[in-house]
């Protein structure tokens, strides 16, 4: 059918849409044929949550198991105070189950993190990417990206920020670490984790504030300082 197909005893989805699905054996000399047994298969399309803050998903009728990918906002650049050149974010880190057990007409939270906001002020580390959840019975979770370190002198280099743990509930994978201020450039922003996680703001190579990343998960660049005044760290993709 246009949802599954069957191939080598093995079911393959390829649709969304119902089918049915028949399993029947047939009987022999010595055996009679076994009763089929009619099961449903029900495929929905997937759904997709990138509003920051707490959202709820609503289980449909007749579903029991799905999976759940989730992206940690990208932590945000380091600023600068006077002449130095910060650190990017970190990205957010990815994690994915394929087998999350729900129940149907159940409402289930799912708390989207944010990226790691600009800095307030020159010279401040950057922010913290939020964590991103989905709460089921074992709650599916990625951490959030850590902030690069900001500077605060003249000629001085912020770290990258770097991931530590990635979050729980599935196969976890770290966003990448940002880079660490050279003489010359703001560190570049991590890339969010997994296949289609954003990128990290590039790296800053003339004076001014950091540049942003891209959602999902993309870390945000840090700053170029100036001889006076502050420059602020990017915010990291939500």
């Known amino acids: 059918t246009n949802v599954a197909t069957i191939v080598n005893n093995m079911i393959h989805i390829v649709g969304i849409g119902l089918t049915t699905i028949t399993a029947s054996q047939a009987g022999n000399n010595g055996y009679n044929p076994a ?9 929905f399309n997937q759904t997709t949550i990138s509003t920051v803050g707490n959202n709820t998903w609503t289980c449909p009728a007749e579903i029991n198991t799905i999976k759940v ?13 006077l002449a130095g050149f910060a650190g990017g974010g970190a990205g957010g ?38 964590n991103t959840t989905f709460g089921s019975t074992t709650p599916v979770i990625a951490n959030g990206g850590v ?15 770097t991931n530590s ?4 509930g599935g196969t976890i994978t770290l966003g990448l670490p ?21 990128a990290g703001g590039a790296s800053k190579n003339s004076t001014g504030n950091g540049n942003a990343g891209i ?17 602020k760290g990017a915010a990291g993709g939500n």
């Open 178 to 198: 940002g880079a660490s201020g050279t003489n010359g450039s703001g560190g570049a922003g991590g890339a969010g984790a997994g296949a289609i996680g954003g």
């Open 69 to 81: 990918e989730v992206w940690g906002g990208g932590g945000g650049g380091g600023g600068t105070s």
């Open 215 to 231: 959602s999902p998960g993309g870390g945000g660049g840090g700053a170029y300082g100036s001889t006076t005044g502050s420059n």
């Open 93 to 130: 880190s990815y994690v994915i189950n394929d087998s999350v057990t729900v129940v149907p007409a159940t409402s289930y939270t799912m708390t989207v993190g944010s990226g790691g906001a600009i800095t307030d002020n020159g010279g401040a580390n950057g922010n913290n990417g939020g």
């Open 147 to 161: 902030g690069g370190s900001g500077t605060t002198t003249v000629g001085q280099l912020g770290s990258g920020g």
């Open 35 to 43: 009763t089929s047994v009619v099961q449903n298969l029900t495929v």
């Open 165 to 168: 743990s990635g979050g729980s």
